[in-house]
């Protein structure tokens, strides 16, 4: 039944989340050259509110959990496992506050309406795997904005998408080069379930009737931990809440 109603609902969800991007191209492009980071922000949190909720077209459901006092004014390491890309608005919308940043591929800054120009002026690193000096020093300069603005970032560990839905080890290096800049940095866990499914039969049709879960999970706090201590707990706690 879900993959029925995908054929065709899919077409509906396309058009729902492509007009959402071309819509707010214009608009973040005003924000930004006009009104500074504020008001880019503000277009881009509200861009993702409809890239979020546009799975409703699909017939999925949002459910975004967090129950923890996050701080506002020390930076954050979100550590996720990552499905699909679109696990990242609801990140975007829901963690808002936290001025969440992504470590993306550099190619991604160019060609995508709205996605590509929040990657090139919305703050967070653009890296090209193929150097890994530039790579490196684009966190670098990540950490440093963090520092300075109490911006947080979220790093999917697993360094690619778990298409299966099942979980790659985590991956340690883009976290202690954050940690370094950013020695007051907390981790915390973020878990995700069931995006991976949204694609299960690839781009068409997409998948209906699915509980969209995000989870934020307790602090880790960094002790006298070192880097891969730290990241192996925030692995293993989303290990746990997902049934891994």
């Known amino acids: ?12 969800f396309y058009f729902t989340f492509g007009l959402s991007l071309v819509i707010f191209q214009p608009i973040q492009w ?8 504020s008001a880019h922000k503000w277009s881009v949190d509200i861009l993702n509110f409809f890239l979020t909720y546009s799975q409703f077209t699909l017939l999925n459901g949002i459910s975004f959990k967090n129950n923890q006092q996050l701080p ?4 954050i390491i979100f550590v996720a496992n990552h499905q699909s890309m679109y696990d990242i608005p609801s990140l975007i919308w829901f963690l808002r506050k936290h001025h969440p ?24 690193a653009n890296i090209d795997r ?5 790579s490196i020093g684009e966190i670098i300069k990540l950490g440093r904005r963090m520092n300075e603005k109490n911006w947080s970032t979220v790093i999917f ?8 839905g099942k979980m790659k080890p985590f991956q340690v290096g ?15 866990p973020v878990a995700i379930e069931n995006s991976w499914k949204i694609v299960r039969n690839g781009s068409y049709p997409l998948n209906t009737l699915l509980p969209l879960k995000w989870t934020v999970l307790a602090p880790i706090e960094r002790g006298d931990k070192n880097p891969e201590e730290l990241v192996l707990q925030a692995e293993n706690a989303i290990k746990q809440q997902i049934g891994q």
Not at 107 to 121: A, D, M
Not at 157 to 164: L, M, N, P, V
Not at 174 to 188: D, E, M, Q, R, Y
Request: charged share 20%.
């Open 72 to 75: 506002t004014d020390r930076p």
């Open 30 to 37: 005003i924000c930004y050259k006009f009104f500074g980071y």
């Open 101 to 124: 940043k992504f470590i993306s591929k550099i190619e991604l800054t160019k060609g995508i309406p709205s996605i590509s120009f929040n990657l090139k002026y919305g703050g967070g």
């Open 174 to 188: 883009g976290i202690a080069t954050l940690l370094k800049i950013v020695p007051t940095a907390i981790i915390v």
């Open 157 to 164: 560990a697993e360094g690619t998408r778990a298409k299966d």
């Open 130 to 134: 193929k150097d890994s000096k530039q």
């Open 1 to 12: 039944m879900s993959k029925l109603l995908g054929y065709i609902f899919t077409v509906v």
